[in-house]
């Protein structure tokens, strides 16, 4: 009976000591890498796509996503519905990727997300998006086409400078406002130009200028004439609906009462599952029949010593 009762003791502590890997264990992915790339984000990657699944902000990387040993071979990225943000860094200099689909949620892109991301030709963006960071797509010089779903975005400085000319597509219901829409181009030198989704130009600036189509590289100098060095600063708040009048005013804040953001899916909680419920259950059982194994060792040990005495 006594080697009984030492054997339930010792399976009962070696629970306690193990249930705690077992779940870290299941918390990680295929390969053995933590999947988490934001506090309620994980990432997969099947063959050439990688899927960001949860709701909320991606986090930065400054030293490099988690995935950056499988740049090669990535060629599409998925954003699921809750995703919020692209961390900064997150895809600088994918050669291989062509496509992303950003989701219905996105509000922001930060600063070189995509820089040097040349296999791509053109985006489109979610009526919730608001932001483009600091040389999130600057460099990727086949990006010939941007489509936003809502109102203006705040453009950041170098956020689309690929080089080249690029074209951004605003909706046909909620034309971007003119005054607005006339310093992003002007800002940018003629190499950026923006219509509505059904490619007619609204926009007419007596001012307008076109740079050459042959001139792909940013000019280091900037001549009396015509402006041609890189943009620098950029509109960085602008209203979503478009006035009837033309403003007066630039405003300081982004109006976001016409275009309602999304209402994030509903996830599966990612950080607990019935087996982290049943693990902690057995942790707390496991722990409570040791000491009470324990103590019954203890004091069937002294009534030992008692009878022989």
Same mark, same amino acid.
């Given at each position: 009976?006594?080697?009984?009762?030492?054997?339930?003791?010792?399976?009962?502590?070696? @629970?306690?000591?193990?249930?705690?890997?077992?779940?870290?264990?299941?918390?990680?992915?295929?390969?053995?890498?933590?999947?988490?790339?934001?506090?309620?984000?994980?990432?997969?990657?099947?063959?050439?796509? @990688?899927?960001?699944?949860?709701?909320?902000?991606?986090?930065?990387?400054?030293?490099?996503?988690?995935?950056?040993?499988?740049?090669?071979?990535?060629?599409?990225?998925?954003?699921?519905? %809750?995703?919020?943000?692209?961390?900064?860094?997150?895809?600088?200099?994918?050669?291989?990727?062509?496509?992303?689909?950003?989701?219905?949620?996105?509000?922001?892109?930060?600063?070189?997300?995509?820089?040097?991301?040349? %296999?791509?030709?053109?985006?489109?963006?979610?009526?919730?998006?608001?932001?483009?960071?600091?040389?999130?797509?600057?460099?990727?010089?086949?990006?010939?086409?941007?489509?936003?779903? !809502?109102?203006?975005?705040?453009?950041?400085?170098?956020?689309?400078?690929?080089? %080249?000319?690029?074209?951004?597509?605003?909706?046909?219901?909620?034309?971007?406002?003119?005054?607005?829409?006339?310093?992003?181009?002007?800002?940018?030198?003629?190499?950026?130009?923006?219509?509505?989704?059904? !490619?007619?130009?609204?926009?007419?600036?007596?001012?307008?200028?076109?740079?050459?189509?042959?001139?792909?590289?940013?000019?280091?100098?900037?001549?009396?004439?015509?402006?041609?060095?890189?943009?620098?600063?950029?509109?960085?708040?602008?209203?979503?609906?478009?006035?009837?009048?033309?403003?007066?005013?630039?405003?300081?804040?982004?109006?976001?009462?016409?275009?309602?953001?999304?209402?994030?899916?509903?996830?599966?909680?990612?950080?607990?599952?019935?087996?982290?419920?049943?693990?902690?259950?057995?942790?707390?059982?496991? !722990?409570?029949?040791?000491?009470?194994?324990?103590?019954?060792?203890?004091?069937?040990?002294?009534?030992?010593?008692?009878?022989?005495?």
């Amino acid at each position: 009976m006594k080697r009984f009762t030492i054997c339930i003791a010792a399976v009962c502590l070696l @629970l306690t000591l193990f249930a705690p890997a077992a779940f870290a264990a299941e918390t990680e992915g295929e390969d053995g890498a933590d999947n988490r790339c934001g506090e309620n984000l994980s990432w997969t990657l099947d063959g050439s796509t @990688l899927t960001i699944s949860g709701s909320g902000n991606m986090d930065d990387f400054p030293d490099g996503a988690p995935w950056a040993d499988s740049r090669e071979s990535i060629h599409t990225v998925i954003l699921s519905g %809750g995703v919020t943000s692209v961390g900064a860094g997150a895809f600088t200099g994918y050669q291989n990727l062509t496509a992303v689909d950003f989701g219905s949620s996105l509000k922001e892109i930060g600063e070189k997300a995509f820089q040097s991301c040349e %296999g791509l030709t053109k985006i489109s963006l979610p009526a919730s998006f608001r932001r483009f960071g600091p040389s999130c797509f600057e460099g990727c010089t086949n990006l010939t086409e941007v489509y936003c779903d !809502g109102g203006m975005p705040s453009f950041n400085a170098n956020c689309l400078w690929n080089g %080249g000319t690029i074209t951004i597509y605003c909706p046909v219901n909620n034309v971007w406002p003119e005054q607005y829409v006339e310093e992003l181009e002007t800002n940018f030198h003629g190499r950026l130009q923006v219509l509505t989704a059904d !490619g007619s130009d609204p926009f007419r600036f007596d001012t307008e200028t076109r740079a050459p189509a042959e001139s792909t590289a940013a000019p280091t100098t900037k001549p009396t004439t015509e402006p041609t060095t890189v943009p620098t600063t950029v509109p960085t708040t602008a209203p979503t609906t478009a006035p009837t009048t033309e403003a007066t005013e630039t405003p300081t804040t982004q109006a976001t009462e016409v275009h309602t953001l999304p209402t994030p899916e509903p996830e599966a909680d990612s950080g607990k599952s019935p087996v982290m419920g049943i693990l902690i259950g057995v942790l707390i059982v496991s !722990g409570t029949l040791s000491l009470l194994l324990i103590g019954l060792l203890i004091y069937r040990s002294r009534r030992g010593e008692d009878y022989e005495d």
